[in-house]
């Protein structure tokens, strides 16, 4: 639970950066809060690193989530548009990050099972 909340924390730091960015466009206060949001970020990543998630686990599932809550998050607050192939590229991001994570889970149980048998 905890790492998952690590996570969470870093996809909604990261967000929040990356839309302080296009808001400090206009407004440079906004500064402050896209160097607090990528620091934050980049600080949680790190945890659950040590948590033990595998880096291509936390980078794509951080990644993905960054892109479509991004690109939603975007088209509702600064109008930028939202297409239909748009969502399809989303899906697809998401679908392998998905694709990443089972593949994570599958060679994690294969390595349990092997060290148990006395393998590794």
């Given at each position: 639970m905890h790492k998952w909340l690590l996570l969470t924390a870093a996809i909604l730091l990261e967000v929040t950066g990356t839309l302080s960015l296009r808001a400090a466009l206009d407004h440079p206060g906004w500064y402050v809060l896209v160097a607090c949001g990528y620091i934050g970020a980049f600080v949680a990543l790190s945890y659950l690193l040590r948590l033990g998630v595998g880096v291509g686990v936390a980078y794509g599932i951080?990644?993905?989530?960054?892109?479509?809550?991004?690109?939603v998050l975007a088209a509702v607050i600064f109008g930028d548009p939202l297409t239909g192939v748009m969502a399809l590229g989303i899906a697809l991001v998401i679908g392998g990050v998905l694709c990443v994570e089972i593949g994570s889970q599958a060679a994690h149980a294969e390595r349990a099972t092997r060290a148990q048998e006395g393998h590794i």
């Open positions: 951080w990644a993905a989530a960054g892109v479509a809550l991004t690109a």
